[in-house]
């Protein structure tokens, strides 16, 4: 008889999302892999959280496609072929009507990494039998789940032992700056032209309505970002751009807040290097033809982790930024084996 994997959907109250600025909701759907057996005795299991891109949510990780495998019939190929051990996997809910948190706080989204550290891990060890301990506690995902993945794992040592990221953003320079004028055409073709009229396409196109005006996914994009990484309640869309609008003229002082997020900025800080020094794996990969030169980003990354010894894992594969989900395969045996080193 063939034993069954479950996927469980969670329900979870945040409070500390309640009253975010977006009006987002409150109570987040967050779907808990249960592996082949787990009905069947008292075993405890580690545990990995993994995190979506921007536009992504944990629910569509288990949703049919025609071309791919649902997370759940992965985890189930590689733990019935023995590639992996058996494990709890947690997809947690970072979405915001923007299109994404990045997984960190902000006065212009909410505290998405509160909810996650505070909320989401304490309810998971609590209902579930986790092994409720850093070093069988994981965190991994891609593109911005990948940065949100390295970025946790940097600042919540005692909570994840073991990083994954996969085509995650880092290197700002080369992955964001030439994003800049596609915002600033796209807003000319939409007549935005201030923080005011920004707002009000925002709140116009952001719902679920169809369809979206003429590159919409470039001002979406550059506002997510922004609301992340540059957030002030005093201005109209609750965040700073990193350029003037019209001119697009550079804004460095803005732009400073943003390096300030990222990871090789974080790196310089002993405390987050430290974390890395003593995470039990360090696993980062991207394609070699990524569209946001992430790939010059992880061998940047690698080289500076290299020359400050920092163990890690650091591989490229033939593709782009997009249908990359084979390269769990490769990252869950990893995680897998740092468990059971």
């Given at each position: ?8 959907i969670e329900t979870i109250t945040s409070e500390v999302l309640r009253d ?174 201030s923080y005011e009229s920004l707002r009000d396409f925002l709140d116009a ?127 869950l045996e990893a995680i897998s084996q740092a468990f059971a080193g």
């Open positions: 008889m063939t034993v069954e994997s479950q996927v469980i975010n600025p977006l009006g987002d909701p409150f109570v987040r759907r967050v779907p808990v892999y249960l592996p082949p057996g787990y009905e069947d005795g008292d075993t405890r299991y580690p545990t990995v959280y993994l995190l979506t891109g921007f536009t992504g949510r944990g629910t569509l990780m288990i949703n049919d496609s025609a071309f791919d495998e649902t997370i759940q019939e992965r985890l189930d190929r590689l733990i019935n072929a023995a590639t992996i051990q058996p494990m709890i996997v947690v997809l947690p809910d970072g979405f915001t009507r923007y299109g994404g948190s990045q997984y960190l706080n902000s006065s212009a989204t909410g505290q998405y990494e509160d909810h996650l550290i505070q909320e989401v891990v304490p309810h998971i060890d609590k209902t579930y039998r986790t092994k409720a301990e850093a070093g069988f506690r994981a965190i991994g995902g891609k593109s911005s789940g990948g940065y949100g993945a390295l970025v946790q794992g940097m600042r919540h040592p005692d909570i994840f032992g073991a990083i994954a990221c996969h085509s995650g953003d880092m290197v700002f320079e080369y992955c964001y700056k030439p994003e800049f004028p596609k915002f600033l055409d796209a807003a000319a073709r939409n007549t935005i032209d196109f952001t719902p679920k309505m169809y369809p979206k005006p003429p590159a919409f996914f470039d001002i979406i994009h550059m506002s997510a970002m922004s609301a992340c990484y540059s957030p002030n309640p005093d201005s109209p869309c609750g965040f700073d751009l990193p350029f003037a609008f019209h001119t697009g003229e550079f804004r460095p002082d803005i732009w400073q807040r943003w390096l300030a997020w990222d990871p090789m900025t974080l790196l310089i800080e002993t405390q987050y290097a430290a974390a890395l020094r003593h995470m039990k794996l360090l696993y980062l990969d991207c394609g070699n033809r990524d569209e946001y030169a992430l790939h010059y980003g992880a061998r940047i990354l690698s080289q500076r982790l290299t020359e400050m010894g920092i163990h890690h894992h650091h591989q490229e594969f033939d593709g782009g930024h997009r249908s990359t989900n084979f390269r769990y395969d490769v990252s």
